[in-house]
């Protein structure tokens, strides 16, 4: 399979090691055949990594199988559409496009041609998000905080389609749907665009979820807390740590009563007795494969396989129509 990448600023850059990184494994049958970029630096990482390079991506027509596209967000609708039109699998880096309708434009040339498009979103493969996945219930409530300090890059955007839209996708995934209601504000720091934002965002079905992006800060920061029916999780999703808490088994059965234990009974003891007789703790450790190369590592396997990927065109779709509405809720007040 011969893959390659289009833009090598940061992120591009990065796609680029891994694939060359997964060439050199033998049960992939995987080539880096290009890059592409025409920014001072290109031909030096391209040199590095042995590969040819391209100033155009329309030259790459023919010579690629699937192809990463990380280019500024206001290419991907020409740079995407050019490879889907001609039915080459893409991963198009998020936010899928500039806007709604951009977006709306790619998944049609995805679907009219029957190639398969796949957004990236990276904290889906977050070690320590794969980890919890399978204690995923029905949310509750939903607390995301994602903070750090000015990039210095990916400014053609406001925080709110650069870093929150991460947590925007999350949280309708797991809700499973869009949000009924947004209340939002933001504001400019640095940048014309906001650099500080936060929203509530509530659910038809009655989960309500509070996220808040920062890219002025002066620490990072990713934390998740989820509220389930049933248990509640933390996840740390820079320290790829996090522990999960539900009822025990004996309470779930109703074979204790907590109504009938008061702090005088228990003493010093009523902390232990809690984490031991009241809830079952579970502690979550990612493993070590970072988030990006299980994300390429999926692209590739779904072009490979011809299935549909974990996050797909109108999952990337209903992120950015989510993330829209957050920006035009702050700029209505």
């Known amino acids: ?80 559409g050019y490879f889907l039109e001609r039915g080459v699998p893409c991963l198009i880096e998020k936010p899928l496009a500039r806007t709604v309708a951009e977006a ?41 905080a994602r903070i750090s300090p000015y990039p210095f890059r990916s400014t053609d955007v406001g925080v709110t389609l650069d870093l929150m839209i991460h947590d925007i996708d999350l949280a309708v995934m797991l809700a499973g749907e869009e ?9 400019p720091v640095f940048s014309p665009s906001e650099d500080i934002a936060s929203a509530r965002l ?17 620490k990072k920061e990713r934390k998740w807390r989820i509220f389930q029916d049933d248990g509640y999780l933390s996840l740390d999703l820079l320290g790829n740590e996090g522990v999960y808490i539900e009822k025990s088994e004996a309470l779930k059965k109703g074979e204790i009563d907590p109504s009938k234990f008061s702090a005088s009974i228990l003493g010093t003891a009523a902390l232990a007795f809690q984490l031991e007789k009241l809830v079952k703790r579970v ?43 957050i920006v035009a809720t702050m700029k209505r007040l």
């Not at 509530?202 to 002066?218: D, H, K, M, Q």
């Not at 590592?297 to 065109?313: H, I, N, Q």
């Open 1 to 80: 399979m011969r893959v390659a990448v289009v833009g090598l600023g940061h992120l591009g850059k990065i796609h680029a090691e891994i694939y060359a990184r997964l060439a050199r494994r033998k049960d992939l049958g995987l080539e880096l055949a290009a890059v592409c970029d025409m920014a001072p630096g290109a031909e030096a990482q391209a040199r590095k990594l042995k590969v040819p390079l391209y100033a155009d991506y329309r030259e790459l027509d023919g010579r690629v199988d699937a192809v990463s596209i990380v280019v500024p967000t206001t290419h991907h609708r020409a740079v995407g």
């Open 104 to 144: 709306e434009e790619l998944c049609a040339l995805a679907a009219k041609h029957g190639a398969l498009l796949q957004v990236g979103h990276v904290e889906r493969f977050n070690p320590i998000v794969r980890a919890a996945a399978p204690y995923f219930r029905r949310p509750r409530f939903i607390e995301a």
């Open 179 to 187: 949000p009924a209601e947004i209340r939002a504000a933001g504001a």
């Open 202 to 218: 509530e659910f038809p079905g009655g989960c309500v979820a509070n996220v808040t992006a920062s890219r002025v800060s002066l």
């Open 283 to 325: 502690a979550l450790k990612g493993d070590k494969t970072q988030g990006l190369e299980a994300e390429l590592e999926s692209f590739l396997a779904c072009v490979r396989e011809r299935k549909a990927p974990l996050v797909d065109g109108p999952a990337g779709l209903r992120a950015l129509r989510v993330a829209d509405r």
